[in-house]
T-cell receptor
Framework: AQTVTQSQPEMSVQEAETVTLSCTYD???????LFWYKQPPSRQMILVIR??????QNATENRFSVNFQKAAKSFSLKISDSQLGDTAMYFC????????????FGTGTLLAVQP | DGGITQSPKYLFRKEGQNVTLSCEQN?????MYWYRQDPGQGLRLIYY???????QKGDIAEGYSVSREKKESFPLTVTSAQKNPTAFYLC????????????????FGPGTRLTVL
């Protein structure tokens, strides 16, 4: 069965600094997608960034970027120039490339951005 | 504005009672999903539906039931058979596989907090 592991339950970063959140996954599939979702205190889930497994180039979205290491099954999220609004729970998620769109989530990392 | 609505935001239930959580979307999405979120755990899939009048069990379907009579609506019933129903419930929707796999982003509603008294 596919699993997603986030080994950092909580992290803290100073405003304007850079932080990296870790995620590892386990799968025997070759075609899949990876996502990072953000859940702020409002509890609304928001997609931050996504990566196709067959693409070697790491995805970037403004201050957010990933380091995708397929062989190591690692998918870390880097947040640059951290802002107070980045304070949230961050979830890593895995999806098969097939017909179903089932997401498998990690347990989350609570990120606190300090002023 | 297009989006997903869930109601109510907070719901209280007595033990032994069934309760239905509402989820409506006006995004014209084919697929809809229900997740459960507990403290210290990620989201876990309860049920999903890829098309009207069809749905499949997710990883934790026991004690729950759903229906998909309309494209816009995917209500979840928490039955008295669910042993530990207190949790935060999230509904999501996506375009659907037939329109392209990669852009099958799931959009989430604001959630319903269910508490069993």
């Amino acid at each position: 069965a596919q699993t997603v592991t986030q080994s950092q339950p909580e992290m803290s970063v100073q405003e304007a600094e850079t932080v990296t959140l870790s995620c590892t996954y386990d799968t025997s599939e070759n075609n899949y997608y990876l996502f990072w979702y953000k859940q702020p205190p409002s509890r609304q889930m928001i997609l931050v960034i996504r990566q196709e497994a067959y693409k070697q180039q790491n995805a970037t979205e403004n201050r957010f970027s990933v380091n995708f290491q397929k062989a190591a099954k690692s998918f870390s999220l880097k947040i640059s120039d951290s802002q107070l609004g980045d304070t949230a729970m961050y979830f890593c998620a895995f999806r098969y490339g097939g017909a179903t769109n089932k997401l498998i989530f990690g347990t989350g990392t609570l990120l606190a951005v300090q002023p | 504005d297009g989006g997903i609505t869930q109601s109510p935001k907070y719901l209280f239930r007595k033990e032994g009672q069934n309760v239905t959580l509402s989820c409506e979307q006006n995004l014209n999405h084919d697929a809809m999903y229900w997740y459960r979120q507990d403290p210290g755990q990620g989201l876990r899939l309860i049920y999903y539906s890829q098309i009207v009048n069809d749905f499949q069990k997710g990883d934790i379907a026991e004690g729950y039931s759903v229906s998909r009579e309309k494209k816009e609506s995917f209500p979840l019933t928490v039955t008295s058979a669910q042993k530990n129903p207190t949790a935060f419930y999230l509904c999501a929707s996506s375009i659907g596989y037939s329109r392209g796999s990669f852009y099958n982003e799931q959009f989430f509603g604001p959630g319903t907090r269910l508490t069993v008294l």
